[in-house]
C-alpha cells in the first residue's frame, strides 16, 4: 500500500538521472504548532512555508542534531525560527510587529533598508548533538519568498542547483523539493527541465491522496524510485530542568528581584506556550543547596 500523504515525507531519486528530491506534507504537526501562539494568516502562511522547508532540508542530516533557520526582519515581521531535528520532529515561533497582511510575500513582512544597505538576514544553524562543531551560514534575505531565499541560499553556499515548491493554508503545509545531484552533467539537464516544468504546471499536485501517486502524476514519464517513507511531527524540547538551569545562568540577584516584584518566577516557552512556574522556595533552592544531612 503506497504511503498516505498526511504528516509524510517521501524522498525519491530519478534512476536515470543525477536529480534527486522529496515531498512533504505537514498536517497535524502543523495544526500543533499554528495552535501554540494566535499567528495572524499571512504569518501562519509564512510559518507553514518555512516549515516545509526546513523538513526537507533535515532529511538529509547524517548526525544526531538539528537544522535550525531563523529569519531576522526589520518590517513587520521581527524574528521567525524554525527548528527540526534528524528524526524529523518540528518546532517553530515567530515575533511580529504591527498588520500582517493575508497576502504578505516574505520580502513585504521582513526587507528594509537603511542607508542602501539591507537589515533582513537569514540565519542557517547545523547543531550536532554527537559533539561535532556547530555550522552556521548567515546571508541577506535574498528573494521574494521562502522558497527563492533558500534555493539562492542554496546555490551560493552549497554549489547545489535546488527548486522549491511550498504550499500552506486550511491547516496544511506542503513541499517538494528538487536538487541536481553533484556530478550531473549536461545529459540531465533535460530531466531537470522536464520536472521543473512539471512541477510548475501542476496547480494540484499536493492533492493527492498518497506520496506515490503524486510521484507517478507529476512525472509519468520518468523512472522515478521512492524510497521509505518518514512521519514529521511537532515536539518541544523544553523541561523545567531546562528553564531551572536558565535561571541559573540568569543570577540569584535578577531572581531575587522577580521574586520581589512578581512573588513567584514564571517562564512561558516561546516555541510552545508551556508555562515554567517557580514558587520563592523554588527558585532560591537553584542556587542554595539544602544541607547536608548530619550523620551521628
Not at 516545509?52 to 542534531?65: H, I, P, T
Not at 546555490?155 to 542547483?161: T, Y
Not at 510548475?200 to 492533492?207: E, I, M, R, S, V
Not at 498518497?210 to 515536539?235: E, I, K, M, N, Q
Request: charged residues 25%; glycine residues 8%.
Amino acid at each position: 500500500m503506497s504511503p498516505r500523504f498526511e504528516d509524510n515525507l517521501t524522498p525519491f531519486v530519478f534512476d536515470r538521472a543525477a536529480v534527486r528530491g522529496a515531498v512533504v506534507s505537514l498536517d497535524a504537526a502543523y495544526r500543533d504548532i499554528l495552535a501554540c501562539h494566535a499567528y495572524p494568516a499571512g504569518l501562519q502562511r509564512l510559518l507553514g512555508e518555512t516549515l516545509a522547508a526546513v523538513c526537507l532540508l533535515a532529511n538529509s542530516l547524517k548526525f544526531e542534531g538539528s537544522l535550525i533557520l531563523q529569519l531576522h526582519g526589520a518590517g513587520a515581521l521581527r524574528l521567525l525560527v524554525v527548528e527540526c531535528d534528524a528524526g524529523l520532529t518540528l518546532r517553530a515561533t515567530a515575533q511580529w510587529q504591527g498588520e500582517v497582511r493575508d497576502d504578505a510575500l516574505l520580502a513585504d513582512l521582513a526587507a528594509h533598508t537603511t542607508h542602501g544597505e539591507r537589515e533582513s538576514r537569514m540565519v542557517l544553524t547545523l547543531d550536532p548533538k554527537d559533539g561535532g562543531p556547530l555550522y552556521q551560514g548567515i546571508v541577506a534575505l535574498e528573494g521574494g519568498s521562502v522558497a527563492a531565499l533558500l534555493e539562492h541560499y542554496l546555490a551560493k553556499s552549497e554549489q547545489i542547483e535546488s527548486r522549491f515548491w511550498l504550499r500552506a493554508g486550511g491547516g496544511r503545509s506542503c513541499g517538494l523539493l528538487l536538487q541536481r545531484m553533484p556530478g550531473s552533467d549536461e545529459a540531465d539537464t533535460a530531466t531537470w527541465r522536464r520536472a521543473s516544468i512539471a512541477v510548475n504546471a501542476a496547480a494540484k499536485a499536493f492533492d493527492v491522496v498518497d506520496a506515490h501517486r503524486l510521484l507517478a502524476t507529476l512525472f509519468p514519464d520518468d523512472d522515478v524510485r521512492a524510497f521509505g517513507s518518514r512521519s514529521p511531527r511537532f515536539g518541544c524540547s523544553c523541561s523545567r530542568q531546562r528553564v531551572a538551569a536558565a535561571l541559573r545562568l540568569l543570577g540569584s540577584s535578577e531572581v531575587e528581584s522577580i521574586l520581589a516584584e512578581r512573588g513567584s518566577v514564571a517562564v512561558d516557552c516561546e516555541f510552545c506556550n508551556r508555562r515554567y512556574e517557580f514558587d520563592p522556595g523554588e527558585a532560591r533552592s537553584l542556587f542554595f543547596a539544602p544541607p547536608a544531612a548530619v550523620v551521628h
